[in-house]
């Protein structure tokens, strides 16, 4: 349609405005300024119906010349355009990126159709010589564009548009924008109940009164092939609001809560092979459900019990949701009687919200098996329970960089060495993905086996950076180790790299212990250095990854003094005689990270030191000779009577006499005795042979091999250790 220059500025000079030729003697319009409104399309005057008239429509498709068969007298105003409502949310149907600004023929949300709109170009026409709004309407008629003006009637019924109630998109230009709208807010969805629920607030009610969407259970994920029948599970449902739907419409069987779509709320639906159903989502393309085939198809997958009333004719639609590969659900939606049916146009807006949709679900369910994957990977590094280990307790937590990468290179871990000493370990790899966590995960499991070898702190260190140089080039790592001994009340550390740890006195004191930072792990070339100190009972030590102190806000020594701070408020609290609690002192210390402060993951790991009494501990040295079981049984047995345990004597008497002779049986130096009192009683016998012993069944001819089947079955746990220097052998028994 060729489109005309029309204006309604007064006519020029010589020009007769009662010439039957109209706006063709019209001076030209003037270029427009910024904001003023379109130009009506079609080339004629178009104007909505006077007082009196029959059709709504009538001059809405007036052609070119059309306005020579007018009466010439007669102003005809541009009408006033129609848009899509607006939206539950309050975005705007087919607007840009920004909801706040509406677009062309968009009515936005709250302002009533035709009403002046600041910045909109859907106000009125401003005539250029005076610069008031043109009404667009006669003398006398109704203003459309004020508050108080009756409804607009619908351009397709004739009948009133009720107050509440969607106007339905006339035009290919109203379901563009509709569509475009719809699709951007179900792409803002990262998650499988975002993007169903984008699907359900993007379509109610701009689209259908009432949708429900079905989906695959369980989600097929990627290329995986699906094993058992195609079971579809009501995902959700979206219905306009009752105090909306005040007309009725459509409406299964009433029930005062909850409301009436969900009452076929957790609905299973077994689609069988060469049903209607499993005919028609194979045909993947929308379809009315006044078709034979959608008709039947419904019952299977509403359910033959339910009493839903579907409207009739071309009222609802059947979309089959199908992603990269196979058919994931389906979605139905529905309009009430008393709003105009869909039209073959809604099919393929359908169409497009079915397949954004799916696709949509079908990367969302890819992104959460990564995200399951990547979190299980992490848990699986790091220690699932931390081991309850004599004269210590331990607590820990982590914290991913963010949501969305919950993987990272750092770690703790709490490894019980011999002579009831414990092993503390903390470190962090070099970024924060899957690369990271598995190099994590092969320092942690390096560390764990050098623990057990109970080799020196700065020796662990060492082994390290030489798995670190054959993991990669570039595989860089800080870690420190810290032994601590229960009995001795000291504690070794060795650093590389790492930032040091903070000692909280059971005062309240806190302290930054001076410990050599040393290279990171990987540099290789390097030596370690490892010092000794005191860890009086009652202290905490934190060990904390770098995440914890350090951020684009402040460095890494300002983070550790306000961590000093924290550390010796939080103790405050409690009194100069009580230590905090382990957890909450956890929980305060992560307290102190503001909002811009998580740039890594962190690691934190405390431990109290608990100790062990020396009228706990008795120790002895053993000649390797014959004698040896007998004065070991001697020296247990006046413990026992010491410690007030003497129910206990005859078992500790047995096992001690089997293990002290195994030991001496082989050993070349003297043997060493030691018997722990804490919450269970542990013995310990070590020898300078590093071959450990084994369980084994000795036949019935063999004259010894039973000593370790006795401990097995006597002892509450048993187990033995090499150490550098040979051997240690344990076991505790319940006291009591």
């Known amino acids: ?51 009196g008239e029959d059709s709504p429509g009538a001059f809405e498709h007036s052609q070119p010349g059309a306005e020579q068969a007018a009466e010439p007298d007669t102003h005809r105003p541009r009408p006033t355009s129609e848009g899509v409502p607006a939206q539950p949310d309050g975005g705007q149907p087919g607007g840009g990126p920004s909801d706040d600004t509406p677009s062309a023929g968009v009515t936005p949300a709250g302002v009533a159709p035709g009403e002046v709109s600041a910045g909109g170009g859907q106000a009125g026409l401003v005539r ?20 108080d003006a009756p409804p607009e009637p619908d351009r397709r019924t004739g009948q009133p548009t009720a107050p509440g109630r969607p106007t339905p998109m006339r035009r290919d230009g109203d379901r563009l924008r509709f569509v475009g709208a719809a699709t951007r807010r179900i792409a803002r969805g990262m998650d499988l109940d975002e993007i169903v629920m984008g699907l359900c607030r993007a379509t109610v009610p701009t689209f259908a009164d009432a949708i429900l969407v079905y989906l695959r259970e369980p989600l097929p994920v990627g290329d995986e092939r699906p094993t058992g029948p195609l079971v579809l599970r009501l995902r959700r449902t979206d219905r306009i609001p009752a105090e909306r739907d005040t007309e009725g419409g459509f409406t299964p069987a009433p029930q005062p809560e909850p409301s009436e779509l969900e009452t076929v709320g957790a609905e299973l639906c077994e689609v069988r092979p060469g049903s209607a159903l499993a005919e028609v989502l194979r045909g993947v393309r929308p379809v009315f459900t006044d078709t034979p085939a959608a008709r039947a198809a419904l019952p299977e997958l509403l359910g033959e019990d339910r009493d839903f009333a579907l409207p009739d004719g071309r009222r609802a639609i059947l979309a089959p949701l199908r992603g990269r590969r196979r ?15 869909f039209e073959a146009d809604d099919l393929l807006v359908a169409a497009q919200l079915a397949t954004h949709s799916a696709l949509g679900i079908d990367k969302a369910v890819l992104y959460g098996r990564e995200a399951y994957i990547a979190d299980e990977l992490q848990r699986t590094m790091l220690p699932e329970n931390l081991p309850r ?61 050098l623990a057990g070898l109970d080799l020196p702190p700065q020796e662990v260190l060492h082994h390290l950076d030489e798995q670190a140089q054959r993991l990669g080039t570039d595989r860089m790592a800080t870690c420190l180790y810290a032994v601590y001994d229960p009995v001795a009340h000291r504690i070794t550390v060795a650093n590389a790299g790492h930032p040091p740890p903070v000692l909280l006195h059971l005062g309240g004191h806190a302290e930054v212990l001076r410990v050599p930072a040393g290279a990171p792990i990987g540099v290789g070339g390097v030596d370690f250095e490892a010092v000794e100190l005191d860890a009086p009972a009652g202290a905490t030590l934190l060990l904390y990854t770098d995440g914890l102190v350090e951020s684009r806000l402040r460095d890494v020594w300002t983070g550790i003094e306000q961590l000093r701070e924290r550390l010796a408020a939080t103790a405050q609290l409690t009194g100069p005689d009580h230590p905090p609690p382990l957890e909450a002192l956890c929980d305060e210390v992560l307290d102190m990270l503001g909002p811009g402060d998580r740039d890594d993951d962190i690691a934190l790991l405390a431990a109290r030191f608990d100790g062990i009494a020396p009228s706990d501990v008795s120790y002895w040295f053993l000649d390797p000779e014959d004698a040896a079981p007998g004065k070991a049984r001697r020296l247990a047995r006046r413990a026992l009577a010491r410690w007030g345990m003497e129910d206990l004597t005859d078992a500790v008497e047995l096992l001690v006499s089997e293990v002290v002779t195994n030991a001496v049986r082989y050993a070349s130096k003297p043997v060493t005795l030691r018997l722990l009192r804490t919450d269970v009683l542990r013995c310990e016998v070590g020898d300078d042979v590093p071959q450990l012993p084994r369980l084994r069944q000795a036949r019935a001819t063999d004259e010894g091999g039973r000593g370790l089947y006795l401990v097995n079955r006597l002892a509450r746990r048993w187990g033995a250790t090499r150490l550098s220097t040979g051997k240690v052998v344990w076991f505790e028994l319940n006291r009591g």
């Open 327 to 341: 058919v994931i659900g389906a979605a139905l939606f529905l309009r009430g009687p008393e709003r105009i049916a």
């Open 389 to 449: 280990c004599t004269g210590v307790r331990l607590a820990s937590r982590y914290l991913p960089a963010a949501e969305t990468a919950r993987v990272g290179g750092d770690w703790y871990d709490a490894i019980p060495l011999p002579g009831s000493r414990v092993a503390l370990v903390v470190g962090d790899v070099m970024g924060h993905s899957m690369t990271s966590a598995a190099i994590m995960g092969q320092l942690r499991t390096t560390a764990q086996t």
């Open 1 to 51: 349609m060729t489109e005309h220059p029309t204006s309604f500025d007064r006519p020029s000079t010589g020009a007769d405005p009662t010439d039957p030729r109209g706006a063709l003697l019209r001076t030209p319009v003037p270029p427009r300024a910024s904001g003023s409104a379109l130009p009506a399309q079609g080339g004629a005057d178009q104007s909505p119906p006077a007082a």
């Open 128 to 147: 250029p010589d005076s610069g008031a709004p043109d009404s667009g309407a006669p003398a006398g008629a109704p203003d459309p564009g004020r508050r």
